[in-house]
């Protein structure tokens, strides 16, 4: 085949601060994803890119080259969809009650998830933690389910946006992940391609997140927000906070009984508060603005959904979660207000102790977790349980407390306060 280009010009273009041309933008992702352009050279332009940026028109262009990489999935389903994307956080079970009450409110909800990697939890590592769950959907199999029953959480299929994984996999040994136009157009390219009618995007700030500052978080919603509407998808960002862990649950069966306890309408205020505001937003893009998702929730009736939706997919919504072998209880260190408990020591704390995975192949536990037994704002007697470390390996438990250390601070004069959940949702984007 007659190649257009040689990826050492399109290279030096940006290496030299440069907009590459829509043309190039096109070759260059699909000759990648060819095997035309070698991973040597792709390195070098994701570093040009990481070291340059890409305007919007880059940006939005370099996205739609990933997305037609790979095969765009055809949702014929009845009600209007409307999917949401989270860049990433500490205790973010959000999807596991969210699909099922925006599904019960009248909108369908596909949501095409990952497995976790870092500090960070993948939705399908929690849901794994169900007897008999499947991840693995056909594409026939997802559109029966969002006919039948509104909601379905499953893996990605192979075909979504493949020059992305290639992508995502260089980017992670190239140390060019936190580039704000490689992240958005990697999370936008597998939300377009699956094809909802509109999305809402949970953009994480503070120590738990991609993003530690709002002003940074803020240029990546919008980055996502115009990615969305170049490409004619209706997208809003909520940015959220990520300081602290979201609820109280970290980890996979432990999260997984805490969106249980938020679908049953009880559940830490945080975590319903959030789930609400992106039940709002979605419904909204669904033109379903009218329906309050409040009362649907502490009602219980989207439990039923979300039993449906389980059993759909081989899972027993009745059968018990896993239990650790060993649970190790970490003390307050002293009498006062904790005023620190940082999301990302949790975060690392809850990986190490098995619930996360450092290779892409590596299992996790299902039952390897932490619970926060306060919040930030609380206040807390010396000696009293802070914490649960959970694990079937309890070798694990030095390396979690190490990650905790300086994560969790307790002051005698701070003042305290009822923390959550008036500062969850920080700001809003809309295209
Ligand atoms: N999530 C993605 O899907 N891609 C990125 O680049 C970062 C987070």
């Known amino acids: 085949m007659h190649e257009p280009f040689a990826a050492v010009d399109v290279i030096r273009a940006k290496r030299d601060g440069g907009a590459l041309t829509p043309e190039q933008i096109d070759w260059v992702v699909d000759a990648y994803t060819r095997g035309v352009v070698s991973e040597e050279q792709m390195a070098a332009l994701a570093m040009a890119v990481f070291l340059r940026g890409m305007d919007t028109a880059e940006t939005a262009r370099w996205t739609g080259a990933m997305i037609d990489s790979g095969e765009r999935l055809a949702l014929h389903v009845s009600r209007p969809t409307v999917d949401k994307h989270s860049t990433g956080g500490v205790g973010d079970k959000i999807t596991l009650p969210l699909a099922p009450l925006v599904a019960t409110c009248g909108a369908a909800v596909p949501q095409l998830s990952g497995r976790g990697l870092g500090h960070t939890g993948g939705t399908l590592d929690k849901l794994e933690s169900i007897p008999g769950w499947r991840a693995q959907l ?86 996502l927000v115009d990615i969305g509407t170049a490409h004619g998808l209706p997208t809003r960002a909520l940015l959220t906070d990520m300081s602290t862990p979201l609820g109280a649950a970290v980890g996979n ?90 999301a990302r020591a949790v975060g690392v704390a809850a990986w190490r102790l098995g619930a996360g995975r450092a290779r892409k192949e590596d299992p996790v536990q299902a039952a390897a977790g932490v619970r926060c037994l306060a919040k930030p704002g609380e206040r807390v007697e010396a000696g009293s349980p802070l914490l649960e470390l959970h694990t079937d390996t309890p070798d694990a438990v030095p390396s979690a407390l190490a990650a905790l250390d300086g994560g969790i601070e307790v002051s005698d004069s701070a003042p305290e306060r009822a923390p959550w959940p008036s500062t969850t949702v920080l700001d809003t984007v809309r295209s």
């Open 253 to 342: 069966a432990v999260e997984v009984a805490e969106a249980v306890d938020v679908l049953r309408g009880g559940g830490p205020d945080d975590v319903v508060a959030l789930t609400l505001a992106l039940a709002r937003e979605m419904l909204a893009l669904a033109g379903h603005g009218d329906v309050d998702p409040g009362p649907v929730l502490a009602s219980g009736e989207a439990y039923e959904t979300w039993c449906r939706m389980i059993s759909a997919q081989g899972g027993d919504p009745d059968a018990p979660l896993p239990k650790p072998e060993h649970v190790h209880v970490v003390e307050a260190p002293e009498s006062g207000v904790l005023t620190t408990l940082d």
């Open 138 to 223: 056909s594409a026939h199999a997802i559109g029966r389910q969002l006919e039948e029953i509104g909601a379905v959480v499953c893996a990605a299929t192979d075909t979504l946006a493949p020059a992305d994984r290639k992508l995502y996999a260089l980017r992670d040994v190239t140390s060019t992940v936190e580039s704000v136009p490689l992240i958005a157009s990697s999370i936008m390219s597998k939300k377009i391609a699956e094809g909802a009618g509109g999305l809402v995007l949970d953009v994480k700030v503070g120590s738990g997140a991609f993003m530690g500052s709002l002003d940074e978080a803020r240029v990546l919603a919008k980055t």
